[in-house]
């Protein structure tokens, strides 16, 4: 990705914490932030997304959604599963 590009990974943390790393961010000149999520997180990353552009930045905007399946091995047990994962592009 270029550095006009960041991408944030969303996971467990609060949501509040997500959309200060998306302003931090912004704030470094780059001019699209990525929020990736999969799984259960993909609800918390649309919270993210929304707050941030609903709350903090009101010019920004959801420039591109990518949604997709990825196949999960366990170690332990050798079964595969499948989880749901996203991507927004969100530009300043």
Same mark, same amino acid.
């Given at each position: 990705?270029?550095?006009?590009?960041?991408t944030i990974l969303?996971?467990?943390?609060?949501?509040?914490?997500?959309?200060?790393?998306?302003?931090?961010?912004?704030?470094?000149?780059?001019?699209?932030?990525?929020?990736?999520a999969r799984g259960r997180?993909?609800?918390?990353?649309?919270?993210?997304?929304?707050?941030?552009?609903?709350?903090?930045? /009101? =010019?920004?905007? +959801? &420039?591109? $959604? !990518? %949604?997709?399946?990825?196949?999960?091995?366990?170690?332990?047990?050798? /079964? =595969?599963?499948? +989880? &749901?994962? $996203? !991507? %927004?592009?969100?530009?300043?």
């Amino acid at each position: 990705m270029s550095s006009e590009t960041s991408t944030i990974l969303i996971g467990k943390k609060p949501v509040l914490s997500y959309v200060l790393a998306a302003m931090t961010a912004f704030q470094n000149n780059n001019k699209t932030v990525v929020l990736k999520a999969r799984g259960r997180a993909i609800s918390r990353a649309v919270d993210v997304a929304q707050v941030l552009i609903n709350r903090f930045l /009101t =010019t920004a905007k +959801v &420039s591109k $959604i !990518e %949604i997709g399946t990825e196949k999960l091995q366990n170690k332990e047990t050798g /079964t =595969t599963s499948n +989880v &749901s994962t $996203i !991507e %927004i592009h969100v530009s300043a």
